[in-house]
């Protein structure tokens, strides 16, 4: 986990407001991913980028937006914040050329009042 | 929809038990199926995985069961710990081809996840 980390731990903010969650990685890693968890619904995909040049959606990637900074920082951001965007945030980092394991970083828990 | 399902929700086995999680999925181009482990507060984790040419993968305590012809794989758990107390994800991975930045993509299909309780 100290290889990716994400700030803030928490954050509360209200309906309406612009958001930015942020994400660093030291492992070397071009590869990284955001994802936000909800209970019962399980990790699903946001956003995904392969390199500083490559910005892909997920699965439920509207109400949101990314910016590749460098390979190494990855942020999210949620331009006008709703309550149902409430939820574990997760970024992950991988290497591309065969390696699958996505490494996670602590999680970012986000409420939306 | 949910591509891959997993069951049970929650699950609570006495020490020294065996813990069963299954999941199942429909698309058969994944290639690829981990499990995650999360320990609360933290993110998940690889815990081990499997690729659908081989039908049981054992790491430790820890086994991956995998039947490609019924699409269904599972985890168990031998002789299960309190430690082993977390939330489990099931997840697969849809192989899309070479891509312009290095290689095939990595993106996983996960499950909804079981929250495993082992007593004392």
């Known amino acids: 986990d100290a290889d990716v980390t994400q700030t803030p731990r928490n954050r509360i903010t209200k309906t309406g407001k612009r958001i930015m969650l942020e994400c660093s990685q030291t492992?070397?890693?071009?590869?990284m991913y955001w994802y936000r968890q909800d209970p019962g619904l399980g990790l699903r995909l946001i956003y995904y980028s392969f390199d500083v040049k490559d910005i892909n959606k997920g699965e439920i990637s509207d109400g949101y937006s990314v910016s590749r900074q460098a390979q190494a920082k990855f942020s999210l951001s949620l331009e006008s914040a709703i309550p149902n965007q409430t939820a574990l945030y997760f970024c992950?980092?991988?290497?591309?050329?065969?390696?699958?394991?996505?490494?996670f970083g602590p999680g970012t828990r986000l409420l939306v009042l | 929809q949910q591509q891959v399902k997993q069951s049970p929700q929650s699950l609570i086995v006495q020490k020294g038990g065996i813990s069963i999680i299954n999941c199942a999925y429909e698309?058969?181009?994944?290639?690829?199926f981990p499990w995650y482990q999360q320990f609360p507060g933290k993110g998940p984790a690889l815990l081990i995985a499997i690729r659908p040419d081989v039908s049981e993968k054992k790491e430790g305590r820890f086994t991956i069961s995998f039947n490609k012809s019924a699409k269904q794989f599972s985890l168990h758990i031998m002789d299960s710990q309190p430690g082993d107390s977390a939330t489990y994800f099931c997840a697969a991975r849809r192989f899309e081809g070479p891509m312009n930045y290095g290689g095939a993509t990595n993106k996983l299909i996960f499950g909804t996840g079981t929250l495993l309780a082992v007593q004392p």
């Open positions: 492992k070397g890693h071009d590869r």
């Open positions: 992950a980092t991988s290497l591309s050329g065969g390696q699958e394991t996505q490494y």
């Open positions: 698309n058969t181009a994944f290639d690829y």
